[in-house]
């Protein structure tokens, strides 16, 4: 399927087929394009925590408020801030940088002097909802690679973050649970494929100025 086809096809899945599992392959290409998602700074400010084990998935539905896709799904994806973006990890990223594109011992040096005033003059909170925003842009490229590759997903906001943060000890890595994306393969009787998917039109959604 070309991209829209594959974007048509996809919806948010209610209803997983718990007898289906992804692909240690296909798995890796959906976090591989989630990876590659543009980030403010190109920070990465987030980790992937993807969740496989049934019983733990199982011990997440009733802070997932009971919705049964997270029990059934092949892997549950929780995309977690880092709480601990400082001035350390700035600089270590500008590092990361200069080391991969070849670059000089500290010639990016300024940069993150920058990147460090800019981000540092924010709050604890700020700084966790800008990570957040980062967040949703790997959440999209996260569910394309699902549709590009006939994989089901469901996004999901509808969960309690510091169950999930308890529950898969993110606390104590520094992680904050943001979004949650279980990811499978639908069941034959989930009725909402059946839906047409409705949305405004191009027209109506474009503004050219």
Partial sequence: MDLIESLQ????????NPEKSVSPEDLQTILEAGNLAATSYGLQ?????????????????????????????SHVIVIAVR????????RASAK??????????????????QMIGAIMSMNDEQRIV???????????????ACATLKIDSCP???????????LLEL????LHASVVLPVGYRAEDDEQQSFA?????LEEMTLNC
Avoid: H
């Fill in 96 to 113: 990361l940088t200069e080391k991969k594109r070849g670059l000089e011992e500290g010639q990016l040096d300024g940069y993150a002097k």
């Fill in 83 to 90: 709480t601990d973006v400082d001035a350390d990890f700035i």
């Fill in 197 to 201: 998917k409705v949305r405004k039109t």
């Fill in 9 to 16: 096809w996809r919806y948010a899945t209610k209803k997983f």
């Fill in 156 to 166: 999901m906001e509808g969960f309690i973050p510091a169950d999930y943060n308890r």
């Fill in 130 to 144: 800008w990570a957040q925003k980062q967040s949703y842009i790997v959440l999209a490229n996260l569910m394309v």
């Fill in 45 to 73: 400010p987030f980790q992937f925590v993807v969740v496989s084990d049934p019983d733990l998935r199982q011990q997440l539905v009733p802070f997932s408020y009971n919705q049964p896709q997270v029990g059934q799904a």
């Fill in 171 to 174: 606390d104590s890595k520094n």
